[in-house]
């Protein structure tokens, strides 16, 4: 130990330490461990080393590709413990045409789900649908039999507040079909949705809106947002 004036006090040393003054001495605050910062916290206080909040990051629950054709895909026992649900969807069904997927949760069947799309293309600036009291929610657009065999559909599936038990359940979903790459043939749509349960979802089960198998390569990711 050695001193300066009367007001430097350091007994050992380490790559990463810091040297602050603490009102009274300066003095030696210990390396932090990885990744963690450096926080002040304010004028009348020494400062510290904190770790970042987890606030926003994704954790994934479940990356699935359909390895052949299926009628459905599934996902159980989604923990109850983020704040938001992420569906990231490539998809592609066995429909002779454009297609979309639809979703039910908790294996609820009855006529509990209300949504409603907004879609353009270069040959009608703007459409809507809205589907009402149905026994699935649409949720995302699909590409069908007629686009080029490589083509998948584009889109992202917000889930809000997923697992609290007092409101209905609601969700977002942009979402590109490239469909048969010809002027008036590609398509942008904006779907929003709601289940009529304040139950916290726990599955959710993917079918097709025409009734054909999901094809193989689709591949749909979800993630927990914390």
């Given at each position: 130990s050695w001193g300066l004036a009367g007001d430097l006090s350091i007994t050992s040393q380490a790559q990463g330490?810091?040297?602050?003054?603490?009102?009274?001495?300066?003095?030696?605050?210990?390396?932090?461990?990885?990744g963690q910062f450096l926080?002040?916290?304010?004028?009348a206080a020494n400062p510290m080393w904190d770790t970042p909040s987890s606030g926003g990051n994704f954790t994934l629950i479940e990356d699935w590709t359909a390895s052949s054709d299926v009628a459905n895909k599934t996902?159980?026992?989604?923990?109850?413990?983020?704040?938001?649900?992420?569906?990231?969807?490539?998809?592609?069904t066995a429909h002779t045409n454009i297609d979309h997927l639809r979703a039910q949760f908790n294996a609820d069947t009855g006529n509990n789900y209300s949504s409603i799309v907004i879609y353009l293309n270069t040959s009608t600036s703007v459409g809507?649908?809205?589907?009402?009291?149905?026994?699935?929610?649409m949720l995302v657009t699909a590409t069908g039999a007629d686009a080029n065999a490589s083509a998948f559909s584009a889109g992202e599936v917000i889930i809000t507040d997923y697992a609290n038990t007092v409101t209905w359940k609601s969700?977002?979903?942009?979402?590109?079909?490239?469909?048969?790459?010809?002027?008036?043939?590609?398509?942008?749509?904006?779907?929003?949705?709601?289940?009529?349960?304040?139950?916290?979802?726990?599955?959710?089960?993917?079918?097709t809106n025409s009734g054909a198998n999901i094809k193989q390569n689709t591949r749909l990711s979800l993630y927990g947002i914390s």
């Open positions: 330490d810091v040297l602050y003054f603490n009102g009274t001495n300066w003095v030696r605050l210990a390396a932090g461990t990885s926080k002040t916290q304010g004028a996902f159980s026992s989604i923990p109850n413990t983020y704040k938001h649900l992420k569906l990231i969807c490539s998809a592609r809507s649908l809205e589907s009402l009291g149905t026994a699935s929610g969700y977002l979903t942009p979402s590109f079909n490239p469909n048969l790459l010809t002027s008036g043939n590609v398509y942008l749509y904006y779907w929003g949705g709601i289940w009529k349960s304040t139950s916290a979802i726990s599955s959710i089960k993917i079918i």
